[in-house]
């Protein structure tokens, strides 16, 4: 299973999505079920891995083994922020 967000560094609510991973990871923790928590990046002038990096550390993520803040070049980033990129399928066991 994957949670998966894009994050914009100007964006106040950073904090806030980065202590839901946190608080979910743990409580995940032990079960059969693995969860990865993606991030994309999501604003062109934030996407350089030295960001992400602090990003990380600020947020203490650094520790979440199953934490994933994705960044690459413009035109990738442009590619993964296409709406038309991701297609979701439901899973067999859902209710």
């Known amino acids: 299973m994957v949670a998966l ?23 995940l923790a032990g079960q059969d079920s693995r969860v990865d928590f993606i991030a994309i990046v999501a604003n062109p002038i934030y996407r350089s891995v030295s960001y992400t ?10 520790g979440l083994h199953n934490w994933y803040f994705l960044t690459g070049s413009l ?15 439901p899973s067999p066991t859902a209710p």
Do not use: G, M, V, Y
Request: proline share 4%; aromatic share 12%; charged share 25%.
């Open 75 to 89: 035109s990738q980033l442009q590619r993964a922020w296409n709406p038309t990129a991701f297609w979701c399928r």
């Open 53 to 62: 990096k602090a990003f990380d550390k600020q947020e203490d993520l650094t």
């Open 5 to 27: 967000t894009f994050l914009d560094r100007s964006a106040h609510r950073l904090p806030l999505i980065a202590q839901e991973f946190r608080s979910t990871d743990q409580q």
